[in-house]
């Protein structure tokens, strides 16, 4: 099967590219499940409730986050009433929503979608690396396909994880930083791994936001509103192709559209 993962999906201007690229994407590349991360979709902060279905109608079949799901109060309970939304699994269990989810594919394959969150240089939540190992116990063994978004902030622990889950797992897909990297690969035991996807979002910018307004904050240390920037606007995603029978990557190659 043919797995489409967008990279973090930035405001209006993300939607907009989404709204206008992805099903072509879709019948282009035969894509069989669609997986983004939209932490930052509302107004490159948070998502809400409507976001989220205006995301969904676009064709995306699960949408992962990190640590803005939290920043618009009006996702709590949606959260719990909408299974295809995921917060960081790793969050403590009595948070609103999940953070794993078993989908059947396009193809009529089912996968699980796992959401993690890490813990360098961000809030010090439960250990991904175990939590990732209780999910996987608990998974039903028939389901093969299985793909996680990693959500944390530096390269070492994105790539510890990856290793981590080596063969049992078919792609570790890394977000946050906004910033594709280059490390595009399948490790020995299958497992498919991007230490970053990137965004989907205002290209000339500074991970998204206007570049005067994170200059200005970079001077100055005072606060500032981060609203998304204007102009030109990429798609980020990689697509990963999986062995349906033993949910092993076969192949993983990054893919970006651009926008005026």
């Not at 099903?23 to 069989?32: K, V």
């Not at 390269?155 to 063969?167: F, I, M, N, Q």
């Amino acid at each position: 099967m043919n797995i489409l993962f967008v990279g973090d999906i930035i405001g209006s201007p993300g939607r907009r590219i989404l709204a206008e690229r992805l099903s072509g994407l879709i019948s282009e590349e035969r894509i069989h499940l669609v997986i983004g991360n939209a932490e930052n979709a509302a107004g490159g902060r948070g998502v809400t409730p409507q976001v989220a279905e205006e995301l969904f109608a676009q064709g995306l079949d699960v949408l992962t986050s990190g640590n803005h799901i939290w920043d618009k109060k009006e996702i709590f309970d949606y959260l719990d009433q909408q299974p295809r939304l995921l917060r960081p699994a790793n969050y403590p269990g009595s948070s609103p929503g999940r953070g794993v989810l078993t989908v059947r594919a396009r193809n009529g394959v089912e996968a699980a979608v796992i959401n993690l969150q890490g813990r360098a240089h961000m809030l010090p939540i439960d250990c991904p690396f175990r939590k990732a190992d209780e999910i996987l116990q608990a998974l039903e063994p028939a389901v093969k396909v299985r793909v996680v978004d990693f959500h944390a902030e530096i390269t070492s622990e994105k790539v510890a994880l990856g290793w981590y889950l080596d063969g049992r797992v078919s792609a570790v897909c890394g977000t946050h930083t906004h910033v594709p990297t280059a490390d595009t690969r399948i490790l020995p035991g299958g497992t498919a791994l991007q230490t970053d996807v990137g965004m989907t979002g205002p290209a000339d910018s500074i991970i998204g936001v206007e570049k005067d307004i994170v200059l200005r904050r970079f001077l100055t240390y005072l606060p500032v509103r981060m609203d998304p920037a204007k102009g030109r606007v990429e798609l980020h995603s990689v697509i990963i192709e999986v062995d349906d029978s033993t949910g092993r990557a076969r192949a993983i190659r990054r893919r970006m559209l651009e926008q005026d």
